[in-house]
Protein backbone atom coordinates (compact mmCIF):
# COMPACT_ATOMS: atom_id res chain seq x y z
CA UNK A 1 0.00 0.00 0.00
CA UNK A 2 1.22 3.39 -0.64
CA UNK A 3 1.04 5.83 1.62
CA UNK A 4 0.47 9.75 1.17
CA UNK A 5 -0.02 13.01 3.57
CA UNK A 6 -4.40 12.20 3.24
CA UNK A 7 -4.23 8.41 4.07
CA UNK A 8 -1.95 9.08 6.95
CA UNK A 9 -3.96 11.71 8.20
CA UNK A 10 -6.53 9.45 7.85
CA UNK A 11 -5.36 6.81 9.73
CA UNK A 12 -3.86 8.68 12.69
CA UNK A 13 -7.88 9.98 12.31
CA UNK A 14 -9.11 6.24 12.99
CA UNK A 15 -6.38 5.34 15.52
CA UNK A 16 -7.61 8.31 17.41
CA UNK A 17 -10.77 7.27 18.00
CA UNK A 18 -10.12 4.00 18.78
CA UNK A 19 -7.45 5.02 21.36
CA UNK A 20 -10.61 7.58 22.83
CA UNK A 21 -13.24 3.91 22.13
CA UNK A 22 -10.87 1.53 24.17
CA UNK A 23 -9.95 3.92 26.94
CA UNK A 24 -13.96 4.65 27.82
CA UNK A 25 -16.01 1.69 26.25
CA UNK A 26 -18.98 4.11 24.48
CA UNK A 27 -18.42 7.66 23.63
CA UNK A 28 -21.61 10.03 22.33
CA UNK A 29 -20.61 11.28 19.08
CA UNK A 30 -20.97 14.78 20.54
CA UNK A 31 -18.17 14.32 22.85
CA UNK A 32 -16.10 12.45 19.81
CA UNK A 33 -16.62 15.68 17.95
CA UNK A 34 -15.99 18.19 20.90
CA UNK A 35 -12.42 15.93 21.53
CA UNK A 36 -11.53 15.63 18.30
CA UNK A 37 -12.15 19.40 17.28
CA UNK A 38 -13.70 17.77 14.45
CA UNK A 39 -17.30 18.52 12.61
CA UNK A 40 -20.17 16.04 12.92
CA UNK A 41 -19.74 14.77 8.94
CA UNK A 42 -16.11 14.37 9.96
CA UNK A 43 -15.97 12.12 12.56
CA UNK A 44 -19.23 9.90 11.16
CA UNK A 45 -17.02 9.54 7.99
CA UNK A 46 -14.14 7.85 10.16
CA UNK A 47 -16.82 6.19 11.90
CA UNK A 48 -18.31 4.66 8.98
CA UNK A 49 -15.29 3.73 7.86
CA UNK A 50 -14.00 1.96 11.75
CA UNK A 51 -17.72 0.15 11.02
CA UNK A 52 -16.72 -1.28 7.44
CA UNK A 53 -13.74 -2.81 9.34
CA UNK A 54 -16.00 -4.13 12.21
CA UNK A 55 -13.99 -2.92 14.68
CA UNK A 56 -16.70 -0.19 16.46
CA UNK A 57 -20.39 -0.35 16.72
CA UNK A 58 -22.57 3.16 15.97
CA UNK A 59 -25.98 2.72 18.11
CA UNK A 60 -28.64 5.21 19.02
CA UNK A 61 -29.76 5.41 22.44
CA UNK A 62 -32.59 7.72 22.49
CA UNK A 63 -32.02 10.80 20.56
CA UNK A 64 -28.10 10.36 20.81
CA UNK A 65 -25.93 8.51 18.42
CA UNK A 66 -23.10 6.32 20.56
CA UNK A 67 -20.28 4.48 19.47
CA UNK A 68 -18.84 0.78 21.15
CA UNK A 69 -16.20 -0.37 20.18
CA UNK A 70 -16.45 -4.19 19.18
CA UNK A 71 -12.93 -5.70 20.08
CA UNK A 72 -10.57 -5.61 23.23
CA UNK A 73 -7.88 -2.66 22.36
CA UNK A 74 -5.26 -5.00 22.46
CA UNK A 75 -6.57 -7.44 19.29
CA UNK A 76 -6.94 -3.80 17.47
CA UNK A 77 -3.88 -2.20 17.65
CA UNK A 78 -2.40 -5.70 17.43
CA UNK A 79 -3.88 -6.57 13.99
CA UNK A 80 -3.10 -2.58 12.53
CA UNK A 81 0.27 -3.24 13.01
CA UNK A 82 0.45 -6.30 10.79
CA UNK A 83 -1.94 -5.35 7.70
CA UNK A 84 -0.27 -4.40 4.76
Not at 3 to 31: C, D
Not at 52 to 70: A, F, M, N, P, S
Request: charged content about 30%; cysteine-free.
Amino acid sequence: MTYNAHSIRKEIKKRRILQLLAENQVLSIGLLMHTLGLSYATVMRYLNLLEEEDLIQIEREGEELVVRIKRNWKEIFSDSGSRS
